[in-house]
Structures are given as structure tokens and as C-alpha cells.
């Protein structure tokens, strides 16, 4: 079932995207990513030649966008097949072209989003750190000024695709830790500079996407790295809790989504197809129940996921319902996919099928992007809950 008011150019570009899952991301090739960890830059690159890297670069520079519910109907499509294919577009598309959009200077944006626009770029977020998570204002990551040049020193953690990103989107300390919020800038540190270490991280799922730990020893940056030019020094506070989180947070809800249709999708097919005690398990009650379930909680989580997107692409003040979107398809994506591997029985759990890297890629979906937990207390924060 699609959205009944999903505008016509996205249901044509989920035509578009479905064709191109099926002929250049087929299951074959997707567990093949999955069991070597690996990013197939070829199919990107014929990914970015329909066009969608540039739903989130304007016009001016070479785009088509910004058009948020395209861009997460991008996501979910891509999803459903493989997080090797998704997750690299995120970091184009979102990572770098919604981030530069909005907050770049001048010169980066005439620089750098026309090459997003050909999917030629990709940003891997340095946010976290090994003993910073949620609380990003006290990075211990600094940044000194010496003349024209930005000297980066520290750590970053679960740096997904910083080793074939063009840039690390690193956030550090740029003045005394006591103001906290008052001294944090956002650098574009390329992988490939002296200084910079990247060290791969083994994780249960979201293969292909190349998570890191990211090491920073002296590294000289030149001044036009400070994302939004000089304004942008000291500035980071404002630039990461803009409009870009609340992207990123429904970035999560189209991902989760993504993998839970696929996981429906074929635990649907399955039990038409499984026969036991002389019928297919479809006919057994205990199996439409939790059918009937799975399909309901689907139709639910993409209801809100496209509901935030379109309060965004209108310009509304979303902060609440993109963290509803977070926690509600998150959470409930695990739920799905979970009652889907029991449909599969044994089939779901072994490695010759796709339900067990379903498992594995949504069970990180109420983790990234901010927790369930950070997303609760952000919605009885901003409804003035009182403490």
C-alpha cells in the first residue's frame, strides 16, 4: 500500500527506483555486500545517474530539490534491498547535500553540491566520540587556529563511510570546554590528510556502509574547511541542531521502514509458499495474526514517516514530529522484522536467506540518529513537559 496522497513524480521516481533495485541490486548481489562488507561504488555511480542525488541540491547548483518526501522515498526504496547502496546515498544526498545547502558558505556550496548533485561526493559524520554519545556538546575532539591554517586533534567513533567519504563532517571543541555550546565548529576534514587514521569497526549489521573509529594527530586543515566559512567558527551548536537533525532523524524512520516492508514483503510470500500438515501456513491462524499485525504497524510507520517529511518540504516547525517519527518507526520496525523471522521459522534465522540481515540491519535503527530514549525526552521537552 503507498501513502493515498503521495504526490505523482514520487510515485513515478518509486517506479524508477524499484526497476533499478531489481536489475542492479538484486538479492544476489545484496548478500554478497553483506557477507564482504562492501560498498559497490560501481552501482552507485549508476544510481546517481537517474538523477536522485540531486533531490536535496537546489537548482542554482545543479539539483532538483529540496524535496524531503522524494528523498526519503529514495531511502526506503534502496532499503528494502540493501544498506551497501543506502547508506553511501544518505551520506551524499543528506549527509552532504542537505547539510552544505544550508549551511554552507557561498564558496562551498558553488564547489561542492554540484559534485553531490553528480553523486561525486559523500560525507561520513565524525560526531560521536568513544566516551561521547548522545550528549555531542562535550566533544573532546579541539581545533586551534594557527594563522591561515586548523590544527584537529582527537577521536572519533562510528564514523560510517569515512574511509571512501570525500570529507569527515567533524564536529570539535574550537575554544574552552566551559562554554560547551558556545565554542563548537563543524571542519570538512578530508580522510586522506596527514594526521587522519581510520580504522574499520566490525558491527552485527548495516554491512557496506564501512563504520570506523577516526583518529585526528595534528592534522592542518586549511581555514575554508570551517563549514559555513569563518562565520561558521563557534557556530556549530546552531548548525547541528538545525533543520538537518530533524532530516536525519526521519532519515532513520525511512530506513527502518525500508527493511521492514522487505521483511513483510517476503514473510507475506513465504507463508503462501511454505505447505505444513498438508497446507500452506497462511492458513493457519496463528500466522494470519501475526501477518495481519506486521501489515497494520508497516501501514502505521509509513504513514508518520511521510507525514514528518511533508511537514518539512511545507516548512513547519517539525521537532516533535520528526522525533515521533524516530521513535515510533524505529521501535516498531524491530517488532515487525522479528515477527517476520518467526513466520520464516529456521529460514529466518540462517545466512542462505535475507530475513537474518534484515535482523541484523534493524536492530541498529533505535540506536542511530539519536536513541529512543534521547527522542522521548526530546518530545516531553518540546511539548513543555514539566520537570
Known sequence: MEPLTEPEHVVLLRETLRRFVADEMPRRLARQWDQRDEFPREVFARLASLGVMGLTVPEAYGGVGPDVVATMATIEELASRSMAICSPYIQSACYAGMNLAELGSE??????????????????YGISEPDVGADVASVKTTARREGDAVVVNGAKRFCSGAAFSD???TLVRSGEADARYQNLTLLLVPPDAAGVTVEPQRALGLKGSATADVTFRDVRLPASSIMGGEKGWNAGWGMLVGP????EKIEVAAMALGIARAAVEDAWEYSQQREQFGK?????????????????????CRLVTYDAAARIDQG?????????????VSDSAVEIVLTCQRVLGAYGYVGDGDMERYVRDV???????????VQKNNICNRLKLPR
Not at 564558496?107 to 553531490?116: A, C, I, M, S
Not at 538537518?244 to 532530516?247: A, P, Q, S
Not at 514530529?321 to 515510533?328: D, G, H, I, N, R
Open 280 to 300: 500452506p501456513i497462511c492458513t493457519l491462524q496463528s500466522i494470519r495474526h501475526m501477518l495481519a499485525e506486521v501489515k497494520t504497524r508497516l501501514e502505521a
Open 316 to 328: 513547519q516547525e517539525v521537532g516533535v514530529a520528526t522525533s515521533m517519527a524516530k521513535l515510533f
Open 107 to 124: 564558496e562551498q556550496k558553488r564547489d561542492l553540491l554540484p559534485r553531490v548533485a553528480a553523486g561525486e561526493m559523500m560525507f561520513a
Open 167 to 169: 570529507y569527515i563532517y
Open 244 to 247: 538537518g537533525l530533524d532530516v
Open 363 to 373: 536492530l541498529a535503527m533505535p540506536i542511530i540518529g539519536g536513541s529512543s530514549a
